[in-house]
């Protein structure tokens, strides 16, 4: 046929909008959040987070949403659910209906109930009071709802609860940091397994040279740009800045990641009502280094903090182009030292590995590489040397360049 009408075929690239992969880190630790209690708890910014949630997927039918939960022991999947914990809540359901017989509202399977995570109640823990309860009475009411947001809210609040329900006193009591350096590397396997999936489902329709036209380059770095599945990190922070000092190496570590692959990460920081100007530095480090976006909420409300979601975070990458983003210029870029995990303000770095130390290292051996540093005469009094005094030459009258030029006198 193209002998016929003697013209050239190609095939045209799609115009579709590329999809757009969010991967949101939750900070779940139970003491900041108890701590919250009183302007915004777990249950009111879970709500907003789902409603968050919706808006994203809603703007492509081709986006992607994942959660990670960064608790205080564990950094752990809340969607999509893993295949094992699929099969072991299979597993639990039939045992269920096997034991009694009957099928009853507080007997179906788990992907079929609705959990709710309720505040008035309050549980206390090793005198820490948390304001989450779990509800597992109320089945799905609407079965109307569209399906990719009732699966995401389904299994989310799933394993939300089934978290907070195996939270005990020691692990509260023993760590009361968020794990977001595992939350993190969570994060980027995940971003790039779905790379590499979506590169070889829309990787195939490929131009070649024989029948490309002049201009073939320029289509092909075109199409290899449409292809690339967009992704960006949401961290939710209310942890403060000195429970993650000791976990500077990794976080560092997954934010050159991010940095080298061009994935922003944004902040949403909740700060404490007992240090409301604390604001966590390492992942204002993570904001700058990645072009991502850092908001320190001032008003923790559920309200405030849906309309800093969706006023600020919701954009993609290609819609922030065209946007006045928020920045910061009072980024603070101090580092956490590798002998104490304290953030300082002047250390001594290693000239071999570049770690950071508060003080010379004992022996002056370097503890991370264990090379042997030469610190001279550190902490000595230094040596005062007197100012020279310069000397004068003298004035020489035989010198025919500082003899004055005679007056002529009259003839």
């Not at 007997?107 to 820490?128: A, M, V, Y």
């Not at 907070?164 to 994060?187: E, K």
């Not at 980024?331 to 303000?345: G, S, T, Y």
Request: charged share 15%.
């Amino acid at each position: 046929m193209n002998a016929v009408d003697g013209s050239q075929h190609y095939e045209q690239p799609s115009s579709e909008q590329n999809p757009s992969l969010l991967t949101i880190i939750l900070d779940t630790n139970p003491v900041a959040w108890s701590l919250l209690s009183g302007t915004l708890s777990l249950s009111k910014a879970v709500a907003s987070l789902l409603v968050f949630i919706n808006a994203h997927l809603a703007c492509n039918y081709t986006n992607k949403v994942a959660v990670v939960a960064s608790h205080c022991d564990t950094a752990q999947w809340l969607y999509p659910t893993s295949a094992q914990q699929h099969l072991q809540n299979a597993r639990q359901a039939k045992r269920r209906l096997d034991d009694s017989g009957l099928v009853a509202n507080d007997q179906l399977s788990e992907p079929t109930k609705r959990f709710r995570i309720n505040g008035p109640k309050d549980d206390s823990t090793n005198g820490i009071k948390l304001k989450f309860n779990i509800d597992q009475r109320k089945p799905i009411a609407n079965s109307d709802k569209y399906r990719p947001f009732r699966v995401v809210e389904e299994e989310l609040l799933d394993n939300l609860s089934k978290l907070l329900s195996t939270t005990g006193p020691s692990g509260i009591s023993s760590n009361t940091s968020t794990m977001v350096a595992g939350a993190l590397t969570l994060a980027l396997s995940y971003i790039n397994r779905q790379n590499s999936a979506f590169a070889e489902s829309s990787g195939g329709a490929t131009n070649t040279a024989d029948s490309a036209p002049p201009n073939a380059s320029s289509r092909a770095a075109e199409t290899n740009d449409k292809n690339l599945l967009h992704s960006r990190i949401l961290i939710i922070s209310v942890s403060p800045a000195h429970d993650l000092a000791h976990q500077y190496i990794p976080i560092m570590n997954s934010i050159f990641a991010c940095q080298r692959l061009s994935i922003p990460i944004d902040i949403c920081q909740i700060p404490t009502p007992n240090a409301p100007s604390s604001s966590t530095v390492f992942l204002q480090q993570a904001s700058d280094a990645t072009k991502g976006v850092y908001i320190p909420l001032s008003n923790a409300t559920s309200g405030g903090l849906l309309q800093y979601l969706m006023m600020a975070f919701l954009p993609t990458q290609a819609s922030r182009i065209h946007l006045v983003l928020p920045t910061r210029v009072d980024v603070d870029f101090r580092a956490a030292c590798f002998c104490h995990r304290r953030v300082v303000d002047i250390g001594f770095v290693c000239s071999i590995c570049l770690s950071i130390f508060c003080n010379p290292p004992e022996n002056g051996d370097c503890l991370t590489c264990g090379t042997h540093l030469e610190l001279g005469d550190y902490g000595g009094r230094p040596m005062v040397v007197p100012r020279q005094k310069k000397r004068k030459k003298p004035r020489s009258t035989l010198d025919p360049s500082r003899v004055s030029t005679p007056t002529p006198g009259p003839a």
